[in-house]
């Protein structure tokens, strides 16, 4: 049931990789209506490709979407490579998206908790492939890493 998703979003994350930006990808796909589910937005991180504050990979997938009418998000899923941060979370609730599909959170613990204390049914994966090309990143580029979370970086 969740295949179309994290494939999409994955691949968004590898975009974004490749392209030198923090590989997360999300994809919202909509489960209403007749028919197949369908995704309706995905993007991915895009904060160091176009020097934005807030383009992580669940608010691109949002933007991407366009406008859409409360009943699709109400009939949606997010897909997302890594955890939701406070913004992304922030974004998920207000539209209302009662379930999120995470390819992992080794790398970084979001706002899970939150989204299941306001009724989101949270489902990790624990994706091997997401955990792997997050790390690469991180190694890779921990000054960008940590920007990208709000931190300072951590000499450990």
């Given at each position: 049931m969740?295949?179309?998703?994290?494939e999409v979003a994955y691949a968004?994350?590898?975009?974004?990789y490749d392209e030198g930006g923090v590989p997360i990808g999300a994809?919202?796909?909509y489960h209403g209506g007749d028919g197949e589910p369908r995704v309706v937005g995905e993007g991915h991180n895009a904060r160091v490709q176009k020097n934005s504050p807030i383009l992580h990979g669940e608010?691109?997938?949002?933007?991407n979407a366009g406008r859409l009418k409360p009943d699709v998000y109400r009939n949606s899923t997010m897909y997302t490579t890594l955890s939701p941060?406070?913004?992304?979370?922030?974004?998920i609730l207000l539209y209302k998206i009662p379930r999120v599909v995470?390819?992992?959170?080794?790398?970084?613990?979001?706002?899970?908790?939150?989204?299941?204390s306001r009724g989101v049914e949270v489902v990790?994966?624990?994706d091997e492939e997401c955990k792997a090309l997050m790390a690469q990143y991180?190694?890779?580029?921990?000054e960008d890493w940590y920007e990208d979370i709000g931190e300072k970086i951590r000499k450990d």
């Open positions: 969740d295949r179309l998703g994290m968004n994350a590898k975009k974004s994809a919202l796909v608010t691109a997938a949002l933007e941060c406070s913004m992304c979370a922030g974004a995470i390819g992992e959170n080794v790398n970084f613990v979001g706002e899970e908790e939150l989204l299941r990790v994966l624990n991180i190694r890779e580029k921990p």
